[in-house]
T-cell receptor, first 109, second 114 residues
Framework: GQNIDQPTEMTATEGAIVQINCTYQ??????LFWYQQHAGEAPTFLSY????GLEEKGRFSSFLSRSKGYSYLLLKELQMKDSASYLC??????????FGRGTSLIVHP | DTAVSQTPKYLVTQMGNDKSIKCEQN?????MYWYKQDSKKFLKIMFS???????INETVPNRFSPKSPDKAHLNLHINSLELGDSAVYFC?????????????FGSGTRLTVV
């Protein structure tokens, strides 16, 4: 089975750093995805972690700890356009990601 | 050119009707999917096709029938629509069968059953 848990909502200030946590319980775990979804739009792929550690892509970084069933998405130098929902998804034995309900991030001036 | 395109974008229909949603991808991907996103924002896999063959069929009522005429198209037909079918339906594609490959999603079809 699959179980993904992430906070429902977070707020942060423009220019700040925010960390969105995700815990997962996924049978036959392969890797962990992060997607960004703006209101009324399609999810867009941000990252995929298979190995433990931090992977950096510009202002966004994603971390994975397989032993702890834990991941986080780190967003630096927040911009207003980063206000969106961030979806954590675990990939298990079937290779089809199971999505969490997403964390709604509100960035204010 | 839109990579994954779905039509229609909005669909309002009455209970009991039959409707179809079309999806096309021009990325040359082998695998296509249908996801349902409910009012609580959960994205749930419904179907997955690889090279026109069904590989995943989650617990979905048999009123939902996917059809893949070729690997670039995956349509979704829904019979006898119910109020609970109201949701946003996303089509997606990936190069492989999901693992390690980011999905490209279509813009979604907002279905409202009245």
């Amino acid at each position: 089975g699959q179980n993904i848990d992430q906070p429902t909502e977070m707020t942060a200030t423009e220019g700040a750093i925010v960390q969105i946590n995700c815990t997962y319980q996924t049978s036959g775990f392969n890797g962990l995805f992060w997607y960004q979804q703006h209101a009324g739009e399609a999810p867009t792929f941000l990252s995929y972690n298979v190995l433990d550690g931090l992977e950096e892509k510009g202002r966004f970084s994603s971390f994975l700890s397989r032993s702890k069933g834990y991941s986080y998405l780190l967003l630096k130098e927040l911009q207003m356009k980063d206000s969106a929902s961030y979806l954590c998804a675990g990939s298990g034995g079937s290779y089809i990601p199971t999505f969490g309900r997403g964390t709604s991030l509100i960035v204010h001036p | 050119d839109t990579a994954v395109s779905q039509t229609p974008k909005y669909l309002v229909t009455q209970m009991g009707n039959d409707k179809s949603i079309k999806c096309e991808q021009n990325l040359g991907h082998d695998t296509m999917y249908w996801y349902k996103q409910d009012s609580k924002k959960f994205l749930k896999i419904m179907f997955s096709y690889n090279n026109k063959e069904l590989i995943i069929n989650e617990t979905v009522p048999n009123r939902f029938s996917p059809k893949s005429p070729d690997k670039a198209h995956l349509n979704l037909h829904i019979n006898s629509l119910e109020l609970g079918d109201s949701a946003v339906y996303f089509c997606a594609s990936s190069q492989g069968e999901g693992d390690g490959y980011g999905y490209t999603f279509g813009s979604g079809t907002r279905l409202t059953v009245v």
